[in-house]
T-cell receptor, first 116, second 111 residues
């Protein structure tokens, strides 16, 4: 358990509304990630952060923005939600394992978002 | 972009059967990991393989990294209902800051 919580756990919203998902960690890890999970696609990276105010895009970043003003919190915002953003969203941290190329990702419990 | 393709996408078997899941890429990876995800939860790391040809065993699960480090396999012996879940392979990318996940194999073991 890496002390990762996500809120809300479930959300239903309407097309065109803004939505913010929160990820909170308790272990001061430098790296945090947002993924979306859809059937047949595994996990796809949306954005990630490598420190406070340091973020970068992943492979499916269009329509999403992120912010990290504190080490423990990483926010994902859908500026204007669309039905294609209906998905399960996972936050993760990276914990170094001490060996080369073997860092482990620890995931939160996920947020199920439905955009009607 | 390094892609990881997994096969099969779905697998439904009877308890006690053996199965193999594959993870393939056209790119070389310095390491590959396998995660298992149970319904309603986030993925959890099972194993990391780092050397071409490496074989690791975790009880009834056997993981192998291909000699050329472009592929990996997961073999489960005598599958049990508790093995049910989504199996994801993953490899480092983007200067090791990021991880690329495979497309996933959804396994159902029927009692």
């Amino acid at each position: 358990d890496a002390g990762i919580t996500q809120s809300p756990r479930h959300k239903v919203t309407e097309t065109g509304t803004p939505v913010t998902l929160r990820c909170h960690q308790t272990e001061n890890h430098r790296y945090m990630y947002w993924y979306r999970q859809d059937p047949g696609h595994g996990l796809r990276l949306i954005h990630y952060s490598y420190g406070v105010k340091d973020t970068d895009k992943g492979e499916v970043s269009d329509g999403y923005s992120v912010s990290r003003s504190k080490t423990e919190d990483f926010l994902l915002t859908l500026e204007s939600a669309t039905s294609s953003q209906t998905s399960v969203y996972f936050c993760a941290i990276k914990r170094a394992s001490g060996g080369a190329f073997t860092d482990t990702q620890y995931f939160g419990p996920g947020t199920r978002l439905t955009v009607l | 972009t390094q892609l990881l393709e997994q096969s099969p996408q779905f697998l439904s078997i009877q308890e006690g059967e053996n199965l193999t899941v594959y993870c393939n890429s056209s790119s070389v990876f310095s390491s590959l990991q396998w995660y298992r995800q149970e319904p309603g939860e986030g993925p959890v790391l099972l194993v990391t393989v780092v050397t071409g040809g490496e074989v690791k065993k975790l009880k009834r699960l056997t993981f192998q990294f291909g000699d050329a480090r472009k592929d990996s396999s997961l073999h489960i012996t005598a599958a049990q209902p508790g093995d049910t879940g989504l199996y994801l392979c993953a490899g480092p990318s983007g200067g090791y800051q990021k991880v690329t996940f495979g497309t996933g194999t959804k396994l159902q073991v029927i009692p």
